[in-house]
């Protein structure tokens, strides 16, 4: 598995190296795009981890050359506090994920693993997470074989979320996907409908987690 990573920090690029050798991973690292763009002529890989801000723009604009060389590369964009704008909400195009700075090692890890595990675009007819099955098919959830009765938002915020889980979702698509666009939505609806679905999906025992993602989106996974 080769990763490519394009990342001005030097402290943090050379972390993130280190911490994917150790997991045998053969790293590239790129500072700025042009150095990124000379990467992905030459080689191929198999997963990019992208800074925003660089030198010479946007770490954003990469995704497009680098699934040109290879569809269906996984991109996780590594997004600073501040740069959480109108823009990173188009993403869920092109990333496959994205982590806050700062973050932990060992999330960044975890996020691989789900980006590595799930092809982009594959729905699933069956998720299981936790105690729970999802059927896509038939539009429901059931714990250990007693179906769990949602309200509509709900259950599609729920299915939003399954559908990726152990990865973020953009707050706009958990939107997308649970208010029509006559719907007048207030900005914490949204939460609100998660914060009921999480209350009764513990009640049911599901053992499934869904933290916020502060000024991002929610993400969903099985509880530790
Ligand atoms: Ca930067």
Same mark, same amino acid.
């Given at each position: 598995?080769?990763?490519? +990573?394009?990342?001005?920090? %030097?402290?943090?690029?050379?972390?993130?190296?280190?911490?994917?050798?150790?997991?045998?991973? +053969?790293?590239?690292?790129?500072?700025?795009?042009?150095?990124?763009?000379?990467? +992905?002529?030459?080689?191929?890989?198999?997963?990019?981890?992208?800074?925003?801000?660089?030198?010479?723009?946007?770490?954003?604009?990469?995704?497009?050359?680098?699934?040109?060389?290879?569809?269906?590369?996984?991109?996780?964009?590594?997004?600073?506090?501040?740069?959480?704008?109108?823009?990173?909400?188009?993403?869920?195009?092109?990333?496959?994920?994205?982590?806050?700075? %700062?973050?932990?090692?060992?999330?960044?890890?975890?996020? !691989?693993?789900?980006?590595?595990?799930?092809?982009?675009?594959?729905?699933?007819?069956?998720?299981?997470?936790?105690?729970?099955?999802?059927?896509?098919?038939?539009?429901?959830?059931?714990?250990?074989?007693? *179906?769990?009765?949602? %309200?509509?938002?709900?259950?599609?915020?729920?299915?939003?979320?399954? =559908?990726?889980?152990?990865?973020?979702?953009?707050?706009?698509?958990?939107? =997308?996907?649970?208010?029509?666009?006559?719907?007048?939505? =207030?900005?914490?609806? *949204?939460?609100?409908? !998660?914060?009921?679905?999480?209350?009764?999906?513990?009640?049911?025992?599901?053992? !499934?987690?869904?933290?916020?993602?502060?000024?991002?989106?929610?993400?969903?996974?099985?509880?530790?």
């Amino acid at each position: 598995m080769r990763v490519l +990573i394009v990342e001005d920090e %030097p402290w943090l690029a050379e972390t993130l190296r280190s911490a994917l050798v150790r997991e045998r991973m +053969i790293v590239d690292l790129a500072d700025h795009l042009a150095a990124a763009h000379e990467a +992905i002529a030459m080689a191929s890989f198999d997963l990019a981890l992208l800074d925003r801000t660089l030198p010479d723009g946007d770490g954003l604009s990469l995704i497009e050359a680098l699934r040109a060389k290879t569809p269906g590369i996984p991109v996780i964009i590594l997004s600073a506090r501040g740069d959480i704008s109108d823009r990173i909400l188009g993403l869920d195009e092109g990333a496959d994920d994205y982590l806050m700075k %700062p973050f932990a090692i060992d999330e960044m890890l975890a996020r !691989i693993r789900a980006v590595r595990r799930r092809p982009a675009d594959v729905v699933d007819e069956e998720v299981h997470a936790g105690k729970l099955v999802f059927s896509a098919t038939n539009d429901e959830a059931s714990i250990n074989g007693v *179906l769990l009765k949602l %309200p509509r938002r709900e259950l599609r915020v729920l299915a939003a979320l399954l =559908q990726r889980r152990g990865r973020t979702v953009l707050r706009e698509s958990l939107e =997308q996907a649970v208010f029509g666009f006559d719907d007048a939505v =207030q900005s914490n609806t *949204l939460d609100s409908h !998660i914060s009921r679905l999480r209350r009764r999906l513990s009640d049911a025992g599901a053992l !499934i987690e869904i933290h916020p993602i502060r000024g991002v989106g929610y993400l969903l996974r099985e509880a530790p």
